[in-house]
T-cell receptor, first 114, second 113 residues
Framework: DQQVKQNSPSLSVQEGRISILNCDYTNSMFDYFLWYKKYPAEGPTFLISISSIKDKNEDGRFTVFLNKSAKHLSLHIVPSQPGDSAVYFCAAAYSGAGSYQLTFGKGTKLSVIP | DGGITQSPKYLFRKEGQNVTLSCEQNLNHDAMYWYRQDPGQGLRLIYYSQIVNDFQKGDIAEGYSVSREKKESFPLTVTSAQKNPTAFYLC????????????FGQGTRLTVV
């Protein structure tokens, strides 16, 4: 049973437009959410995170929105650039047992078209 | 430079052989993790360790073993009992008990022939 779901395997966006990547989760104990960016044959790199006490976090072109009642979060990239083309993983964690283990979605491959 | 290092980047082994993947970090992180990535799949947790000399199974621990004798090191052994060992393996580390990001290594691509 997938606890973190990214239902869109891929997304294509024109350069300069907004990219919106979505993520849903089922475990209401999750209290910390992260987005990672991954290029082929490389490790994921951290992009942005949000705690469950917030509903929005912004960092430059990247904004993450959290809707706890819907168990949904989204990553907005504005404006999208060709260098943003990568696989984006949504991850969730909870502080059970004192360790923030990450549960990942399957990823969404973003292609930004010049 | 602080970071997390996995070696080697590519590894080839014959079926039936055990193989050990290296993971070293100098970030002074207590927690370390091993994930596996397959095409079209997310990252699945194999094992994790919150402290030296202690580790727990993740979601797909069968056919794998780990050790945590030093804070900096968390090697993963892929044993012959692992049915489908060919995959991309990622090691990560994070601060213990703090809601923060995990840092990943560059990964090891294991191919079993």
């Amino acid at each position: 049973d997938q606890q973190v779901k990214q239902n869109s395997p891929s997304l294509s966006v024109q350069e300069g437009r907004i990219s919106i990547l979505n993520c849903d989760y089922t475990n209401s104990m999750f209290d910390y959410f992260l987005w990672y960016k991954k290029y082929p044959a490389e490790g994921p790199t951290f992009l942005i995170s949000i705690s469950s006490i917030k509903d929005k976090n912004e960092d430059g072109r990247f904004t993450v929105f959290l809707n706890k009642s819907a168990k949904h979060l989204s990553l907005h990239i504005v404006p999208s650039q060709p260098g943003d083309s990568a696989v984006y993983f949504c991850a969730a964690a909870y502080s059970g047992a004192g360790s923030y283990q990450l549960t990942f979605g399957k990823g969404t491959k973003l292609s930004v078209i010049p | 430079d602080g970071g997390i290092t996995q070696s080697p980047k590519y590894l080839f082994r014959k079926e039936g052989q055990n193989v050990t993947l290296s993971c070293e970090q100098n970030l002074n992180h207590d927690a370390m993790y091993w994930y596996r990535q397959d095409p079209g799949q997310g990252l699945r947790l194999i094992y994790y360790s919150q402290i030296v000399n202690d580790f727990q199974k993740g979601d797909i621990a069968e056919g794998y073993s780990v050790s945590r004798e030093k804070k900096e090191s968390f090697p993963l052994t892929v044993t012959s009992a692992q049915k489908n060992p060919t995959a991309f393996y990622l090691c990560a580390s994070s601060l213990q008990g703090v809601a923060t990001e995990a840092f990943f290594g560059q990964g090891t691509r294991l191919t079993v022939v």
